[in-house]
C-alpha cells in the first residue's frame, strides 16, 4: 500500500489556501492602513491642540510655521525646508490656520498621495474637517477618510 496524498488532496489543500488567503488579504491590508492613519490622528491632535494655544495666546494671530507652535510633540519624522513635517507615510503642511495631510505612498522613485486631509481652525467652532480621496473607486480609503471626520476635537 503507498503511503502519501493523492494529486486530487493536494489540489483541494491549495484551493483552500487560495481562497483563505484571497478573503484575508484584503482585510489585512485595510487593518494596515488604519494602523498607518492612527499616526496621522495623533499628530493631528498635537498639532490642533498647539494651533488651539496659539490662537489663545495670540487671536488676531495666524499660525503659518511648524516653528511657530514649537511647544508640540510629533513623531516619527522631520521637519523639512518648505514648512512642513514629513513621516515614512504622511507629509503635514501648516498654512493659514489650517494643516494639512497628505497620505504619501512611495514606491521606488515613485510618490503618489493617496488623500489629503484638511483641518480648518475657526475660532468659534473648533476645526473643519475635510478628508478628500485621490480616487473615487477606492472605498476603503473612503472609510479612512470617514475615521478622520469623526474626529472631531474640542474647543476650549
Known sequence: MNKGFTLVELL???LIIG???AIALPQYLESVERARS???MVNAKAVMDAIQR???MYPSGTVGRFSQIA???MT???VSASNGYVTDNFRYTLGGDALTIERINRKGTTTT???TVVYTYDPDRGFK???NPTSDDDDDIKRICQSYINLRPTVE
Do not use: H, P
Request: proline share 0%; net charge negative.
Open 113 to 115: 498621495i493617496l488623500y
Open 38 to 40: 492612527s499616526e496621522a
Open 71 to 73: 511647544d508640540m510633540q
Open 129 to 131: 474637517i475635510e478628508c
Open 76 to 78: 516619527g519624522g522631520s
Open 19 to 21: 481562497v483563505l488567503s
Open 12 to 14: 483541494v489543500v491549495v
Open 54 to 56: 496659539y490662537k489663545q
